[in-house]
Structures are given as C-alpha cells and as structure tokens.
C-alpha cells in the first residue's frame, strides 16, 4: 500500500510552488528553461542530422537535457498509471454534467472515449478533435516560440513579455475552444 501522499491529489498551494521551485533550480543548473515543444525540434536533429538549416544546431548542449525530461515525464507518466491505476483521477461534479451535457458520457478512464479512441478518430468529431485540434496546439506552440508550460511557467518567472502575450493567447484560445467551439462541434 502507498502512503496517501503519492496516491491523493495535491492542492494548488503545495503542488503550484513546487513546480515553481523547478524554475530557479533549473537556472542554478546551467541557465536551462522548462518546456516540452522545442523536444520535436532536438529529436529531428538528433535523428535526421544535417537534414536542414532549422535542423543543423548543437542539439546536445542545448535541448539533451531537455529530451531527457520529457522522457523522463513520460516514463513517471507510465509509472504513475501502473503503479497507482487511473481510479485516483477525480473528476468534478461540474466537470462530469458539462461533458455529459455535450453528449459525453464515458467518463472512466483518462480521456472520454467518444473523442479520443481509434473508433472515435473516424468520426468527424474525433478527427476534428484530434487531427485538427493537435495540428493547431502544436502550429500555435511553434509559432507562439514555445508551450504553454515553457511561456506560463519559465517565461513568465523570467519576466518575458512575449511569454505573457502568449499565455493570454492560449487562456483566449482555451476559452473560445470550450464555449464556442466544443457546443458547435458536439
């Protein structure tokens, strides 16, 4: 049995400022910033050398590290599934009756099922939700210079004023997504 520390979910007030303590950590470490977008970028260097001018950088010194995270991030993930299960994600009264009101009702595992399964990507909600909506996310983090946790987390603590414009963009985009785009498309 695993202590409730690592099997609870934590509140904003211990989870937020330790999240936060990584930002100067990383910047005692060498100057390195948290984000996850710019890893495609170091993997198509790292496995397509030369293929390119975007590609032709020193990839190890600046984005090895970074790929390392990001693997490490998905093997917690992994970890974290197989260890703990998925019956430890809690979803919200209001949470579950707004998704029901769009019509969605399988609500057991990470994601409903009705959008994100193979089944669901031929369905034009699915692809639209999937195919389209990724191809957006990640054409809005490559033009944006970053994701939302490199802009939200290391580029606001470090005072940038392209970070803040872009993280008002993503909470505007996230809005319209939720209240004009989710209705029309379930």
Request: hydrophobic fraction near 50%.
């Amino acid at each position: 049995m695993l202590p409730a520390a690592l099997t609870d979910t934590w509140p904003w007030y211990i989870a937020g400022p330790l999240i936060g303590l990584f930002v100067p950590l990383l910047q005692l470490l060498g100057g390195k910033q948290l984000g996850i977008s710019g890893n495609l970028r170091h993997l198509c260097a790292a496995l397509l050398p030369g293929r390119g001018d975007f590609l032709r950088y020193d990839w190890k010194s600046t984005g090895g590290w970074n790929l390392l995270f990001a693997l490490g991030t998905a093997l917690g993930g992994l970890l974290g599934i197989q260890v703990l299960g998925t019956h430890h994600i809690a979803i919200s009264p209001e949470t579950r009756a707004a998704l029901g009101a769009l019509g969605l009702q399988d609500l057991s595992g990470l994601v409903p099922r009705e959008i994100f399964s193979w089944p669901a990507l031929l369905t034009p909600r699915g692809f639209v939700s999937v195919v389209v909506g990724g191809f957006l996310v990640g054409f809005g983090a490559a033009y944006a210079g970053g994701c939302t946790s490199g802009h939200a987390i290391s580029g606001l603590s470090n005072f940038q004023l392209r970070s803040l414009f872009a993280v008002l963009g993503f909470f505007a985009g996230g809005l319209l997504a939720t209240h004009l785009l989710l209705p029309l498309l379930f």
